[in-house]
């Protein structure tokens, strides 16, 4: 067993199990649950401009190149969501192609989104080559992600329906001002997102 501090949100010291005993991709008891909630909203399946511009704005204020609103399901993560910075900007880009929607889709075992939505809580990660856990992630070695900053969005109902998410290939020091950033607008959203479903 290895005791690491995640930068995650600032809570107390959590235990990891050394990746040798562990899968990287938290189990998620409420996949099926959120299908359907997403299925009831008409969320996860088509991009949506709205949200687009959301992870504009995400991206602008955290001045991060590549930000997401990402819907997770049983198997794969979709993002309804996305901005990536123009060419040049940064090295890599966080795009998966996938059943025609280039961009849009990833699988559930890549990346930092599933573990947010298992926990419920956000996330910060300023270097994720600092963390065990987090440094053997795919998208590591495959799309040089180095740093993470996420939260969950759980509407009126308590069901955790996926994130918004900013990433960088370059390590940042997202610090305690960065995790109120994203739970701020997490929250923003997650009221858009509620409003949506009283229509």
Known sequence: MRRVRPAADMEPEMIYESP????LTPTDQEAPQRVQRLRDLGL???PDPEFD???QKLAQITKAPYAMVNF???DRQFFAG???APAGRASATPEVAAAGQPGRVMSRDHGYCPHVVVRRKALVLDDVCDYPRFAGNPVVDEIGIRSYLGAPLIDHTGMALGTICVVDTE???WGRQGLETI???AAELTERINQRSRR
């Open 44 to 46: 996860g399946e088509s």
């Open 183 to 185: 739970k701020s607008l």
């Open 72 to 74: 997770i399901s049983e």
């Open 20 to 23: 040798a005993y562990q899968s």
């Open 171 to 173: 390590p940042r020091p």
């Open 82 to 84: 996305l901005y990536t």
């Open 53 to 55: 511009e959301f992870a």
